[in-house]
Antibody, heavy 120, light 110 residues
Framework: QVQLVESGGDVVQPGRSLRLSCAAS????????MHWVRQAPGKGLEWVSF????????YYADSVKGRFTISRDNSKNTLYLQMSSLRAEDTAVYYC?????????????WGQGTMVTVSS | QSVLTQPPSASGTPGQRVTISCSGS????????VNWYQHLPGTAPKLLIY???QRPSGVPDRFSGSKSGTSASLAISGLQSEDEADYYC???????????FGGGTKLTVL
């Protein structure tokens, strides 16, 4: 069964750090590009970050550049998002998303999401 | 302000055909394929159309996509109550070096 399961969401104070994890199963994780996409309360979808299948290239939205770091461990079929210097505007549901090879960035696998709340 | 522009809302009655537009630029829609997602509240988004006009297996042929220049459209024919959801277009942007989403269109089935 194709599945992405996020974990690590929590309530944290502004300026603190948090690490999200995403466990993949049921598909060839090591061949997929992987992304994080978020949705703030009452807002639309926002792309956050992308990592190549081999972890060599990484891309970030301007809103998180310099504060968030995406990484992956293909031996563990796991994707990570290290978030630091968190701000109130980072409050959102964070989705882990799979992007198959040569798909034109078509996100065909989504996790159920994990909630991050940044509040004092 | 989203890079891709969608109308915030659309509506139709059961059986009708509705279209949702998505306007971009030469750095995104004009140079790479567009994908569409359906998002029902409380669930994960679902890929609806990829590669401008391709449907993943399991997506009814009532849903179709098209593109011309720097604009794309999603059409839903034979509208059903279960189609009530938020719809998003998305594409890679070569200038921003990232994926950009439209602001989303809330479809109401009257």
């Amino acid at each position: 069964q194709v599945q992405l399961v996020e974990s690590g969401g929590d309530v944290v104070q502004p300026g603190r750090s948090l690490r999200l994890s995403c466990a993949a199963s049921g598909f060839s994780f090591r061949t997929y590009g992987m992304h994080w996409v978020r949705q703030a309360p009452g807002k639309g979808l926002e792309w956050v970050s992308f990592i190549w299948y081999d972890g060599i290239h990484k891309y970030y939205a301007d809103s998180v550049k310099g504060r968030f770091t995406i990484s992956r461990d293909n031996s563990k079929n796991t994707l990570y998002l290290q978030m630091s210097s968190l701000r109130a505007e980072d409050t959102a549901v964070y989705y882990c998303v799979g992007d198959p090879p040569s798909s034109g960035y078509a996100f065909d696998i989504w996790g159920q999401g994990t909630m991050v709340t940044v509040s004092s | 302000q989203s890079v891709l522009t969608q109308p915030p809302s659309a509506s139709g009655t059961p059986g009708q055909r509705v279209t949702i537009s998505c306007s971009g630029s030469s750095s995104n829609i004009g140079s790479i394929t567009v994908n569409w997602y359906q998002h029902l509240p409380g669930t994960a988004p679902k890929l609806l159309i990829y590669g401008d006009n391709q449907r993943p297996s399991g997506v009814p042929d009532r849903f179709s996509g098209s593109k011309s220049g720097t604009s794309a459209s999603l059409a839903i024919s034979g509208l059903q109550s279960e189609d009530e959801a938020d719809y998003y277009c998305a594409a890679w942007d070569a200038s921003l070096n990232g994926v950009v989403f439209g602001g989303g269109t809330k479809l109401t089935v009257l």
